[in-house]
């Protein structure tokens, strides 16, 4: 179950109620009754999950929604909106801004409850997507015409972090030559730089990648994220500790 979750809405019996869940099921609830002050809270603050309600003075649930996405410690916390709205439409805008799950007005206990296994089990499939191994492999970086080389220093589902011949600009899109196993052609990979650290480290963030390409990688990495596999076979080292690996991207 998330830990620490936030509740965004304006109608105190809801979020007393919700909270008093919570409470029962040993998580630890915060309440903000006011929009705009939970979006600065949001940017400061890290939660495991936000309940924000749909019909909110100031900002919406889906204005939230979305500065919640573009920036600050919450861009991929599970976000459940809070609506008595089942408009295809409404929910459609909601998922693309950003929103993961809904809980549907009336809220009981028993559609909470199963909204909290739904989130716990979301938070762990991108715990495993997020997860990085210390691992040293090739790579390949091109954009336009330039093209330069390096090794990774961990690799995720999500992205990696590589130490390259020099860097590209912060927002590039680049295409990634990963040369995972020797005698084997190397996954290709459209990603985003979203982090660059002196004249030759990036971190890049996997935006495109094949079905057969993403196999490959997670069928590479998953036994290591998962514990089965040695972490000091094919150049890999333990994983990094979660306060570690949250300053790399």
Partial sequence: MPNKVLIVD???ALCEFIQEVLVSEKIQPH????????AARLQNERFDAVFLDMHMPSLD??????????????QSTPLVMITGDSDQKVMRHAFQAGVNLFLFKPVDR????????A???????????????RAIKDVSIESGERRITGTSLDLSVGGMFVRSSATFPVGSTVNVGLELQAGKPPIQLSARV?????????GLQIETAGDEETRRLESF??????????????????PESSKSVAGRT
Avoid: Y
């Fill in 10 to 12: 304006d109608d105190p």
């Fill in 31 to 38: 309440i903000a009754m006011d929009s705009t002050q939970a």
């Fill in 61 to 74: 649930g889906v204005e939230l929604t979305k500065r919640i996405r573009s920036s600050g410690p919450n």
């Fill in 110 to 117: 028993s559609r909470l409850m199963r909204l909290l296994n």
């Fill in 119 to 133: 989130a716990d089990n979301f938070i762990a499939s991108r715990r495993v997507r997020f997860t990085r191994i």
């Fill in 194 to 202: 979203v982090r660059v650290c002196g004249n030759d480290c990036m």
């Fill in 221 to 238: 990495l998953l036994p290591f994220i998962r514990g089965e596999n040695d972490p000091k076979s094919l150049d890999i080292r333990k």
